[in-house]
């Protein structure tokens, strides 16, 4: 019989992707959403997490539950009210849903894949290997990841299986990062951005999505694991990366940090920033990418 995946997020990068991928495997996919519209392959359950209102038949159909929804960190400025609404969008769908799983009384989910991020570990890190146990940052993305965590950390005591996965940049040609990297070098502008030596830990969206297929499908997966490919690269290499793929020059001046930091005030940190973070621990279990060279990611996304 197959077996019922239910995603938060879903009409997100990852939601999108993993939904396509879920469905070609076989699997029954629903989805959690502010607006009732069922789609084609896909049953559409509401919730509204500021009244705290959620369709309870979602999560008493459900095996599996994958929970994405967040609002985006980088979309926006960061204003007093963004950065409310980037936290309580994580903390408060995650006690939602683990209030709505209690009060069902019995369910028979097997399984939480809560997204979670590499923010984490704080919004620089220099060049060192960051593993799952490393130290917590105290920035502002921190905070709100270690909270966000916290919230999902409750619903293990709900007696299933949780697996937080602390993701990267997902690298994807349609949404995230990567146009926004790619755009100025497509116009002969492309320049590293800072010192261009922060780290990016970075993904290719598909294996983003293959890790959360696997830590649904691998019963021994558990706990936290750095959702990052095994070479992380720095800014500058990042963008050489993408101008020899694009067969375009680079515009030799970095762009300087007092300009980035002019044109997105506080959020200048995501750009500015970089953590080097390790994907030993994931790997150990046996999960290998498909892509774990960023020219290779690049070539598969932007050709």
């Known amino acids: 019989m197959s077996q019922n995946i239910l995603i938060t997020g879903g009409t997100g990068l990852v939601g999108t992707r993993l939904t396509e991928m879920l469905l070609a495997k076989g699997y029954h996919v629903s989805h959690l959403s502010r607006s009732k ?42 204003t007093d ?39 984490i570990y704080g919004i620089d890190t220099g060049s060192k290997m960051m593993m799952e146990e490393s130290s917590k940052g105290t920035d502002f993305l921190a905070e709100v990841t270690k909270q966000w965590e916290a919230a999902v950390d409750e619903i293990s005591r709900l007696n299933m ?37 922060q780290y990016v830990s970075w993904i290719h969206l598909d294996d983003l999505c293959r890790m959360y297929l696997y830590a649904i499908e691998n019963e021994s997966l558990t ?34 940090a007092f300009a980035i930091k002019l044109l997105l005030g506080e959020m200048a940190s995501v750009v500015l920033g970089g953590c080097n973070v390790s994907s030993q621990k994931i790997e150990e279990t046996g999960f290998n990418f498909t892509f774990s060279q960023i020219d290779k990611a690049l070539s598969d996304l932007l050709k």
């Open 161 to 197: 299986r949780v697996v937080k996965l602390r993701t990267g940049v997902a690298l994807s040609d349609k949404g995230g990062a990567l146009p926004k990297i790619v755009q100025p070098i497509k116009l002969g502008a492309g320049a590293p951005l800072g010192s261009g030596q």
């Open 223 to 256: 706990g936290t694991y750095n959702a990052v490919g095994p070479h992380p690269v720095t800014n500058e290499a990042l963008t050489r990366s993408a101008a020899d793929v694009l067969n375009r020059p680079l515009f030799i001046p970095k762009v300087p």
């Open 81 to 119: 009210s963004r950065k409310e609404a980037i936290l309580k969008s994580r903390t408060e769908s995650t006690r939602l849903l683990h209030d709505t799983i209690s009060q069902l009384g019995s369910h028979h989910i097997k399984g939480f894949m809560a997204a979670s991020a590499v923010g």
């Open 37 to 78: 519209q069922d789609k084609q392959d896909v049953r559409v359950y509401t919730w509204d997490i500021a009244r705290q209102e959620i369709a309870p038949e979602a999560l008493a159909d459900a095996d599996y539950v994958v929970h994405l929804a967040g609002a985006g960190v980088a979309e926006k400025r960061w």
